[in-house]
């Protein structure tokens, strides 16, 4: 999404205009799908937890003081929401199960 545009869209989903938060909901959905669904590895609670982060952050929009922070702000809260609540969250499992791509492996003594 272009910046200035997605700042605009932003301002005036915060100050109300209906239109704004639909257009905004439906351009970072697909965004915060992928990050909760990493974040819960399929989990069958990845919907609940989608919804519970859009609607922690349309209600928090007047809480952002810059609008320019809006995707940064929208992945932060989408990576907090399930631990939040207690689900599991597998990134860090996952991320250290996988061998380094800079290291060599090692031959068997």
């Known amino acids: 999404m272009r910046e200035g545009y997605e700042q605009a869209l932003v301002v005036a989903a ?58 940064a702000w929208l992945v932060a809260t989408g990576r907090r929401t399930p631990t939040a609540h207690g689900r599991p969250v597998t990134w860090a499992t996952r991320a250290a199960s996988r061998p380094s791509p800079t290291r060599a492996p090692t031959s068997p003594s």
Request: charged residues 30%.
């Open 14 to 71: 915060r100050d109300g205009d209906p239109r704004a938060v639909d257009r905004l909901v439906a351009e970072y959905l697909p965004l915060v799908y992928n990050v909760v669904g990493r974040a819960l590895d399929g989990h069958a609670d990845v919907d609940d937890v989608v919804q519970e982060t859009m609607l922690r952050c349309v209600t928090g929009l007047r809480g952002l003081r810059d609008p320019a922070s809006f995707r």
